[in-house]
Nanobody
């Protein structure tokens, strides 16, 4: 069974940090671009960051540039999202997604992604 499993969410104070992990089982992530998305209550799912299959190219939403870092370890079939200087507006359910592509530049559009995890809650609050 092909699965993506997110972990690492939780409650953190403003200014704090969290590291999310997305691990694949049942398939290899080697030829997939991976994206992190978030969804706040009453809002659409939005792209946060995505990384190419090689890890050489990354994209970030303007709202997280300079605060979040995406990385991947293909040997572990895992992609990470290091989040720092967290703000209350970063609160939401964070999902990782994967799509098969040979493109150099990853795209952070949810419609491209064929595989999704179940999500992990991130709450930034004092």
């Amino acid at each position: 069974q092909l699965q993506l499993v997110e972990s690492g969410g939780g409650l953190v104070q403003p200014g704090g940090s969290l590291r999310l992990s997305c691990t694949a089982s049942g398939f290899t992530l080697d030829y997939h671009a991976i994206g992190w998305f978030r969804q706040a209550p009453g809002k659409e799912r939005e792209g946060v960051s995505c990384i190419s299959s090689s890890g050489d190219s990354t994209n970030y939403a303007d709202s997280v540039k300079g605060r979040f870092t995406i990385s991947r370890d293909n040997a572990k079939s895992t992609v990470y999202l290091q989040m720092s200087s967290l703000k209350p507006e970063d609160t939401g359910v964070y999902y990782c997604g994967a799509y098969l592509t040979a493109a150099v530049q990853p795209m952070c559009r949810p419609a491209l992604y064929g595989y999704w995890g179940q999500g992990t809650q991130v709450t930034v609050s004092s």
